[in-house]
């Protein structure tokens, strides 16, 4: 009966149906083909799946993302053009670090892909670059918004597992910066491999502090929202909401460039994001709790632990598995169906629950930069109007480098959880 449930679910994503309404009918057929006494129990489920105070964070952080692309994003690039921009493949790093502060901002990495490389693709294009390598490069980088918190799939991520947003926050610090960073080198190595250019002329330290100046309200807010987690000021909840006035506040009183009777179009975007991510979080509630009356997770753990009892092949066997599921489903989809089922897997060899969180969000942000569906490469491209098979090599040279960036973090725990111990 496990294989049908998991045949249902597997029909229903072939036949195209947006993946909240296969994840709801699957659970519906099956309760029907088990003779289920009632089907309202799928209604209460779903309802109960989003009463839930964390969950009001995902909203708020999409507005906030929404409204800081007015007037952030240009500031951000030319603070990061600015100190990056002479070394070759400078243009490259400086939209890495762009990519970086931005997805720290929306906590998307769609929307930071969209915001940044908009701006900076063509740019780099008319400077040399090849447009597959461009395109490549933005899709890796602006999926890292899901890593460098505030995360949205952090938050449904907490909510699934049960585990501290506060602590997710803070533990996608070091792991987001040094993938960012290892971004960075194969930028650099890259440029000079292709002989792609650098600016003429160095910026000076007056240019730089000018840039800095410019650009230091957007560069703050991270460190307000994380500062505030840290200090217990506010809860990761309520950092959605200051979030939220700090981006009003500057896109529309400092920058000037969100007119009020434009606010009402932004909220309406915002709320039916928000609405569309948080149906596929109710309906993944009823199919969650089909797959634990069946005892789906305990079987998936039980096969896994008698392949190897070794704790160093079973978490790569995870990574390897979150990796495959990453190219063919949304980001959110797979974390509220694979979350109950990997939990147990997760307990029983000892993996701390906030460094894995941390590691799926860095296996799911690969997934967005690797075909098939590769939601991020396909706004990438685009963006220069090049098809998807334009970007290779460069493309696998992208997830080479961030599959190898997600396997350091796997095996040194302390790169996600030492932040988090501090305040412990």
Do not use: C
């Amino acid at each position: 009966m496990n294989a049908l449930f998991f045949a249902i679910l597997g029909v229903t994503i072939i036949m195209g149906l947006p993946i909240g309404f296969a994840i709801i009918i699957t659970s519906f057929v099956f309760l029907m083909m088990n003779d289920f006494p009632t089907l309202g129990i799928v209604a209460q489920r779903m309802v109960g799946g989003v009463d839930s105070f964390p969950l009001l964070a995902l909203p708020f952080f999409i507005l906030a993302g929404d409204l800081m692309a007015y007037g952030t994003t240009p500031r951000l690039m030319a603070v990061a053009n600015t100190f990056f921009g002479h070394i070759r493949g400078g243009m490259a790093v400086s939209g890495v670090t762009a990519s970086a502060f931005f997805g720290a901002i929306s906590g998307s990495g769609v929307a930071t892909t969209a915001a940044v490389g908009s701006l900076m693709e063509p740019e780099m294009v008319k400077k040399g670059y090849s447009k597959g390598f461009t395109a490549s490069i933005f899709a890796g980088a602006g999926a890292l918004g899901v890593v460098i918190p505030p995360s949205l799939a952090m938050v449904v991520y907490g909510v699934a597992a049960n585990a501290s947003i506060g602590d997710l926050f803070l533990a996608g610090i070091v792991p987001g910066i040094f993938a960012a960073v290892a971004l960075m080198v194969y930028s650099i190595w890259a440029s000079h491999q292709y002989g792609y250019p650098k600016n003429e002329n160095k910026s000076t330290w007056f240019e730089k502090g000018r840039a800095i100046k410019v650009g230091i309200l957007p560069l703050v807010m991270p460190v307000i929202i994380l500062g505030g987690v840290i200090s217990g000021v506010f809860t990761p909840t309520e950092s959605g909401v200051v979030a939220v006035v700090y981006a009003f506040i500057l896109a529309t009183f400092v920058y000037k460039e969100l007119p009020l009777k434009q606010l009402p179009a932004v909220m309406v975007r915002s709320a039916k994001n928000s609405a569309v991510i948080l149906f596929v979080i109710a309906a993944a509630t009823p199919f969650g709790w089909v797959m634990a009356t069946q005892q789906i997770p305990q079987e998936v753990a039980s096969w896994m632990l008698s392949l190897t009892s070794s704790f160093v092949l079973l978490s790569l066997m995870l990574l390897l598995l979150l990796l495959i599921l990453g190219t063919f489903m949304e980001t959110i989809a797979i974390i509220v169906i694979a979350t109950p089922i990997l939990m147990p897997v997760v307990h029983q060899i000892g993996l701390n629950p906030i460094h894995f969180g941390v590691v799926m969000m860095l296996a799911l942000a690969i997934g967005g930069a690797t075909p098939p569906l590769a939601v991020n490469l396909f706004v990438s491209t685009k963006i220069i109007d090049i098809r998807m098979e334009d970007t290779f090599p460069h493309i696998l040279q992208v997830v080479g480098v961030l599959v190898a960036a997600s396997v350091i973090v796997l095996l040194v725990p302390s790169m996600s959880l030492w932040i988090p111990s501090l305040g412990k």
